[in-house]
């Protein structure tokens, strides 16, 4: 949500910006703005994507060595020019960019209008930054103590980021809830949401942590947090190649990341996954290992794609460990009061580790004693800094805003601590976690077969490209999977599809069906075949157009179906990272068939970080 980007040093700040928010542009893409210091400050801000404030502001004077960019998912205040960041102070002395929400901004702004301040924007961030200049002028401080004091105020989530007029050679930057990564150069600093728009000049980062404010000049940077005590920064080393933040060839980030799944579920699997020696190794599982295999039940908290990934865990671990498993909304779980015992262990997944309403249901869960588990894949993200411990998913960075390779590098890492923790508690038997290990193995090389299948698939997608209905339906292992589907195809072509479980499809969904209907199943072989193919005869019998997702030699389900795509069989509990792939492939080609933005489709952004 919102991505920001700063910068100070000898370098001109405007490419540097400029280039940071295309690639935090999966943030939000509804304005876009910069803010740059040389002999006065000027602001330039533009509704649209970053290409069209690029365009906007060609032949503009743009020289400056210091300034502020931001790239917006509307929060307060439709998309347009005036509710786009930076903002400026009633003052004119001060620009800021935020990402994040102030909930207390309504009382703020009265008190503000009051003292006699207006309003340009109908934004949260003008109220705080004119909140703060109020500070700064009433009590005759500088900017950074009027910080501290404002944000003693602030009830929300916030990374703000400040230039002042009055101070060019410093930027004064904020933290709580919404991510902040400061970049360390030679004599320079970079500020952004993520390390992506940083990595190409240094490594050396620094990611700032809640309630702290950093007072950023070119050759230092200085922490405090609000009490106006010095922090330690704490120097982290980004493990990352620019070339992972690219599209390598690919037209869209999303078709990249789905063909980089052989891969990225390969690694995840690399070093902790010994099938020779029947062994699973995950150092930050071991800690907890007796806590979990003793655990009267486990909760997984997650939201959207991760959420989907919670469900297939859900029946891996109660299948394999025997230990009650629930699945929760993150946004349900943080505000219902639920119960939580002291020893229970909360499994917290996020590709982004930044979604606030999981972050913050584990923050709670944590102080009623829970142990807090985190399946994340962005290294040094706030959640997997709130988790007692946990896995990296190790997908690399996951741009298009559709999560997939995150999603089977997730199946990966909850089946490996399913495993583990099955074969401590002795709740598997051998033969079974043994041949499982080896399947596990041969997932990549299954997955890169179903992607063979792309041609195939684009072809059922321009057939079905002007549907605007879908019902994806599953069971067992392939429910969530329908669930993911579904969810898929919405978001990526804006077409209407539901996901559900196919034999609940009799009990109301079912009267959405006709002859115009695509119906996809996800009906590869398992326990649960028999009775998909029942719920495929009754589609069949209305008439609905079947998709069927099934394994090679499948007469009756290939009879039943308009369209069939025929993925390498595994097992149940390992074939959803197979299974998905069809559908991520169907969603992209369907959504670029309709002329769609499918790495940025509409109302969305990558990182939920506010509730
Ligand atoms: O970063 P997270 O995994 O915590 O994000 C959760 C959801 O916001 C995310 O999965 C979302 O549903 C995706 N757009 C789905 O493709």
Same mark, same amino acid.
């Given at each position: 949500?919102?991505?920001?980007?700063?910068?100070?040093?000898p370098?001109?700040?405007?490419?540097? $910006?400029?280039?940071?928010?295309?690639?935090?542009?999966? &943030?939000?893409?509804?304005?876009?703005?910069v803010?740059?210091?040389?002999?006065?400050?000027?602001?330039?801000?533009?509704?649209?994507?970053?290409?069209?404030?690029?365009?906007?502001?060609?032949?503009?004077?743009?020289?400056?060595? !210091?300034?502020?960019?931001?790239?917006?998912?509307?929060? %307060?205040?439709?998309?347009?020019?005036?509710?786009?960041?930076?903002?400026?102070?009633?003052?004119?002395?001060?620009?800021?960019?935020?990402?994040?929400?102030?909930?207390?901004?309504?009382?703020?702004?009265?008190?503000?209008?009051?003292?006699?301040?207006?309003?340009?924007?109908?934004t949260?961030?003008?109220v705080?930054?004119?909140?703060?200049?109020?500070?700064?002028?009433?009590?005759?401080?500088?900017?950074?103590?009027?910080?501290?004091?404002?944000?003693?105020?602030?009830?929300?989530?916030?990374?703000?980021?400040?230039?002042?007029q009055?101070?060019?050679?410093?930027?004064?930057?904020?933290?709580?809830?919404?991510?902040?990564?400061?970049? $360390?150069?030679?004599?320079?600093?970079?500020?952004?949401?993520?390390?992506?728009?940083?990595?190409e000049?240094?490594?050396?980062?620094?990611?700032?942590?809640?309630?702290?404010?950093? $007072?950023?000049?070119p050759?230092?940077?200085?922490?405090?947090n609000?009490?106006?005590?010095?922090?330690?920064?704490?120097?982290?080393?980004?493990?990352?190649?620019?070339?992972?933040?690219?599209?390598?060839g690919?037209?869209?980030?999303?078709?990249?990341?789905?063909?980089?799944?052989?891969?990225?579920?390969?690694?995840?699997? &690399?070093?902790?996954?010994?099938?020779?020696?029947?062994?699973?190794?995950?150092?930050?599982?071991?800690?907890?290992?007796?806590?979990?295999?003793?655990?009267?039940?486990?909760?997984?908290v997650?939201?959207?794609?991760?959420?989907?990934?919670?469900?297939?865990?859900?029946?891996?671990?109660?299948?394999?460990?025997?230990?009650?498993?629930?699945?929760?909304?993150?946004?349900?779980?943080?505000?219902?009061?639920?119960v939580?015992?002291?020893?229970?262990?909360?499994?917290? !997944?996020?590709?982004?580790?930044?979604?606030?309403?999981?972050?913050?249901?584990?923050?709670?869960?944590?102080?009623?004693?829970?142990?807090?588990?985190?399946?994340?894949?962005?290294?040094?993200?706030?959640?997997?800094?709130?988790?007692?411990?946990?896995?990296?998913?190790?997908?690399g960075?996951?741009?298009?805003?559709?999560s997939?390779?995150?999603?089977?590098?997730?199946?990966?890492?909850l089946?490996?601590?399913?495993?583990?923790i099955?074969?401590?508690?002795?709740s598997?038997?051998?033969? &079974?976690? %043994?041949?499982?290990? %080896?399947?596990?193995?041969d997932?990549?090389?299954?997955?890169?077969?179903?992607?063979?299948?792309?041609?195939? !698939?684009k072809?059922?997608a321009?057939?079905?490209?002007?549907?605007?209905?879908?019902?994806?339906?599953?069971?067992?292992?392939?429910?969530?999977?329908?669930l993911?589907?579904?969810?898929?195809?919405?978001?990526?072509?804006?077409? %209407?599809?539901?996901?559900?479980?196919?034999?609940?499809?009799k009990?109301?969904? !079912?009267?959405?069906?006709?002859?115009?209907?695509?119906?996809?199943?996800?009906?590869?072989?398992?326990?649960?075949?028999?009775?998909?193919?029942?719920?495929?005869?009754?589609?069949?019998?209305?008439?609905?157009?079947?998709i069927?997702?099934?394994?090679?030699?499948?007469?009756q389900?290939?009879?039943?179906?308009?369209?069939?795509?025929?993925?390498?069989?595994?097992?149940?509990?390992?074939?959803?990272?197979?299974?998905?792939?069809?559908?991520?492939?169907?969603?992209?080609?369907v959504g670029?068939?309709?002329?769609?933005?499918?790495?940025?489709?509409?109302?969305?952004?990558?990182?939920?970080?506010?509730?």
């Open positions: 949500m919102c991505g920001i980007v700063a910068y100070i040093g370098r001109e700040a405007y490419p540097v $910006i400029l280039k940071g928010l295309k690639r935090l542009e999966y &943030r939000g893409y509804d304005s876009a703005g803010a740059l210091l040389n002999s006065g400050l000027k602001v330039y801000k533009k509704k649209g994507k970053v290409a069209d404030l690029e365009e906007s502001i060609v032949g503009k004077d743009l020289h400056a060595n !210091i300034g502020i960019g931001h790239t917006r998912w509307a929060t %307060h205040g439709e998309p347009n020019d005036r509710n786009a960041h930076p903002h400026l102070s009633n003052g004119g002395r001060l620009a800021m960019i935020h990402n994040g929400i102030i909930e207390n901004y309504a009382a703020l702004k009265q008190e503000l209008l009051k003292n006699g301040y207006h309003f340009q924007s109908d949260d961030t003008e705080l930054l004119n909140f703060i200049e109020y500070i700064q002028v009433n009590n005759n401080c500088s900017l950074e103590e009027a910080v501290r004091i404002a944000l003693k105020r602030v009830v929300g989530a916030y990374v703000i980021v400040l230039i002042d009055e101070n060019p050679d410093t930027l004064i930057a904020a933290r709580k809830g919404s991510p902040l990564v400061i970049g $360390i150069g030679k004599n320079e600093h970079f500020l952004a949401s993520d390390a992506s728009p940083i990595i000049y240094t490594k050396e980062v620094v990611y700032v942590n809640d309630y702290e404010v950093a $007072i950023i000049k050759d230092e940077l200085i922490l405090k609000l009490g106006n005590e010095r922090q330690t920064p704490y120097i982290t080393k980004l493990d990352m190649e620019l070339a992972a933040i690219e599209k390598g690919y037209d869209h980030f999303m078709l990249k990341e789905i063909f980089e799944q052989p891969q990225t579920i390969y690694d995840c699997l &690399r070093g902790r996954l010994d099938a020779d020696l029947g062994t699973i190794t995950m150092s930050g599982i071991e800690k907890y290992k007796e806590q979990i295999m003793n655990a009267n039940r486990i909760v997984m997650a939201c959207g794609t991760s959420w989907h990934a919670g469900l297939v865990a859900e029946y891996i671990f109660e299948e394999l460990c025997r230990i009650n498993v629930e699945v929760e909304y993150a946004s349900e779980f943080r505000y219902r009061n639920p939580i015992n002291k020893g229970d262990v909360i499994i917290a !997944i996020s590709q982004s580790g930044e979604t606030a309403d999981t972050l913050v249901a584990i923050e709670n869960a944590k102080k009623q004693g829970a142990i807090i588990l985190g399946v994340v894949n962005v290294v040094g993200s706030s959640i997997s800094r709130v988790s007692d411990a946990g896995a990296y998913t190790h997908a960075p996951e741009i298009g805003v559709a997939t390779k995150a999603f089977t590098a997730q199946l990966a890492v089946t490996m601590i399913a495993l583990k099955a074969h401590d508690r002795g598997i038997d051998k033969e &079974r976690y %043994h041949r499982l290990l %080896h399947e596990l193995n997932v990549p090389d299954k997955v890169k077969a179903t992607l063979e299948q792309h041609e195939h !698939i072809a059922i321009e057939k079905y490209k002007d549907s605007t209905d879908s019902l994806f339906l599953g069971r067992g292992y392939n429910f969530p999977v329908a993911e589907g579904a969810l898929k195809l919405k978001e990526i072509s804006y077409i %209407h599809a539901e996901g559900y479980p196919a034999a609940e499809m009990h109301g969904p !079912i009267a959405l069906v006709d002859e115009k209907l695509p119906v996809v199943f996800v009906a590869t072989r398992d326990s649960y075949h028999e009775k998909v193919v029942s719920n495929m005869q009754e589609i069949r019998a209305r008439k609905g157009r079947i069927s997702v099934i394994n090679e030699g499948d007469e389900s290939t009879a039943l179906s308009n369209d069939v795509i025929v993925v390498p069989e595994a097992d149940e509990i390992l074939a959803p990272m197979i299974s998905v792939i069809p559908l991520q492939l169907l969603s992209y080609y670029v068939a309709r002329g769609f933005d499918v790495d940025k489709p509409r109302n969305l952004a990558k990182s939920v970080t506010v509730e």
